[in-house]
Every structure is written in C-alpha cells, then in structure tokens.
C-alpha cells in the first residue's frame, strides 16, 4: 500500500500560468520552515501531505488545493495571505463555505527575542479578512513582505515596532495601525509579553 498523504486532495505538476506565483510560494513556504527550524518531513507531519509534495511545492512545481493550502499555512504558523502576498492579480483558489469558529482564551506566555507565533481566529476558508491573535515576534513576521489588501494591527499589550514601506512606528498598548499591506512591511516585538491582534483584509471574491 502506497503512501495515503501522497496525493490526496492535491493536484501536483507544473503550475503552468503562474510560474512566478508558484516561486513565490515555494520560497516563502521555505523560509518560514527554516525559521521554524522544521524539516520538510516535520511539515509532512503537521499537515498529512507527503514530503516530496512539499519539497516540489517549495521548488514552484506543484500546485495545491485550496484545503492544502490551509494546513501548510498552519503548520508553518504563517498567515495564508502572507505565503501567497505580492504580484497581486488574479484568485488562486475558490471561495469556500465558512463554519463558526470557536478559540478558546490563550494562557500568556513570554517569548525569547525574535520569537512568537500567531494564533488564527477566523474560520479556515475565510478570504474577505484573516484575524490573528501575534505574540512575540512570529517566524514570518522576521522577514519584509507584501501582499495585495490591507493590514490593521492593534497592540493588545508591550511594545511593538512596525515597519511600512520605510517608515517606522513605535506602537504600545492600546495604540493600532492601518496600512496599505500591498507595501513592504514587517513587525517586530521589542519588549517581553508583547501581543497583538492582526486583520489582514484581502481582494472580495465573488
């Protein structure tokens, strides 16, 4: 019996169409591994797909559903619009039905320099907007990016230094920002307990 996670709900090959969305996807899907200091068989693990999709994903030669999508996102704790952000255009997956969705409170934690993670509070499959619960600084966050729709970041508490589109904002409890997340952007906690709210807001589908 062969590897049941190899092909399910995957249509694998060449993305032909969308070569530079593919590389795209497949270097920041890599990167935000490797920050993770997770192998391609630990996200084959989290997410029930097989390694050597993965490895063919990061190399921009496959093409995941949407569902796959979603448990790659997860696994490597890096919003869904932040692995397909930049280049703008086009939709790369169809809109699904959402469920209500329900996130139990979240003990507090302190995290090591450069460190965190995100926490989605949103339904997998939401598109409009993503919401997401940030402590610390999360692996993706380590990195400029850039994606079509709009950001709004809100401090929930510590301190928190954001960057967009060369600008720097020191943002401390209470305080929010709203940018244009199309533009080079990037978060970074600069005290311990820092904690924040994140609503990434995308193009409508129709």
């Not at 097989?50 to 996102?73: V, Y």
């Not at 699904?96 to 507090?108: I, K, M, Q, W």
């Not at 600084?137 to 928190?160: I, M, W």
Request: hydrophobic share 35%; charged share 25%; glycine share 14%.
């Amino acid at each position: 019996m062969g590897d049941r996670r190899t092909v399910r709900g995957l249509r694998e090959g060449p993305a032909r169409g969308s070569d530079a969305a593919a590389a795209r996807l497949g270097a920041r899907l890599r990167l935000s591994r490797r920050r993770l200091g997770l192998t391609q068989e630990a996200v084959s693990d989290r997410t029930g797909l097989s390694k050597s999709f993965l490895s063919q994903l990061e190399a921009g030669l496959a093409n995941p559903t949407l569902d796959s999508l979603h448990r790659i996102a997860e696994a490597v704790e890096t919003p869904l619009s932040v692995l397909l952000g930049g280049g703008g255009g086009g939709r790369t997956a169809a809109a699904v039905a959402l469920s209500t969705t329900y996130r139990p409170a979240r003990d507090g934690r302190e995290w090591a320099d450069g460190e965190g993670r995100t926490y989605p509070l949103t339904a997998p499959g939401a598109r409009r907007f993503e919401t997401v619960l940030a402590e610390g600084t999360p692996a993706h966050h380590g990195f400029v990016t850039g994606h079509p729709g709009e950001e709004l970041c809100h401090v929930l508490g510590g301190r928190l230094r954001a960057e967009v589109d060369g600008q720097e904002f020191d943002l401390t409890q209470g305080a929010s920002l709203h940018y244009d997340s199309a533009l080079p952007h990037r978060l970074t906690a600069l005290e311990p307990g820092t904690r924040f709210l994140l609503q990434v807001a995308g193009p409508p589908v129709a």
